[in-house]
């Protein structure tokens, strides 16, 4: 997946002088960060709408727009796909793949400096249900 998001984001560069209009991506990096940031927002909104209506094709298309919105934000911030992949890779290391970084401090477990050492991985599908 990194190296489709890093063709993206490569994509995203190059377009991002284009003429805006003839270009996407060109007409958003015109419009500024304001209007990236209402896009990110509204393509989250439509991926969140579709998933909760139980539509898997629409949440794929969706996603799609999402990560191409996102993109272009990044793009925009000076922000890197590998930038985010070490915060991942960062986070994976405190506090297992499945879990987010709390938003209050939390005390810390203390990590081993061996890498092995990792907390499991959290199934969360049995967590999950559709609302319908």
């Given at each position: 997946?990194?190296?489709?998001?890093?063709?993206?984001?490569?994509?995203?560069?190059?377009?991002?002088?284009?003429?805006?209009?003839?270009?996407?991506?060109?007409?958003?990096?015109?419009?500024?960060?304001?209007?990236?940031?209402?896009?990110?927002?509204?393509?989250?909104?439509?991926?969140?709408?579709?998933?909760?209506?139980?539509?898997?094709?629409?949440?794929?298309?969706?996603?799609?727009?999402?990560l191409?919105?996102?993109?272009?934000?990044?793009a925009?911030?000076?922000?890197?796909?590998?930038?985010?992949?070490?915060?991942?890779?960062?986070?994976?290391?405190?506090?297992?793949?499945?879990?987010?970084?709390?938003?209050?401090?939390?005390?810390?477990p203390?990590i081993?400096?061996?890498?092995e050492v990792?907390?499991?991985?959290?199934?969360?599908?049995?967590?999950?249900?559709?609302?319908?």
């Amino acid at each position: 997946m990194s190296d489709s998001l890093e063709r993206l984001y490569q994509a995203v560069i190059a377009a991002r002088d284009l003429d805006p209009a003839t270009s996407r991506t060109a007409r958003l990096f015109q419009r500024g960060p304001s209007k990236m940031a209402k896009k990110l927002a509204e393509e989250a909104i439509e991926v969140v709408i579709d998933a909760v209506n139980g539509d898997a094709p629409a949440v794929v298309r969706e996603s799609a727009d999402l990560l191409y919105n996102l993109t272009v934000l990044w793009a925009a911030a000076g922000v890197r796909p590998e930038d985010v992949w070490r915060e991942m890779e960062r986070r994976e290391r405190l506090l297992g793949i499945a879990e987010k970084l709390p938003k209050t401090p939390v005390k810390m477990p203390k990590i081993p400096a061996t890498p092995e050492v990792r907390r499991r991985i959290v199934a969360l599908e049995g967590r999950l249900r559709k609302r319908r």
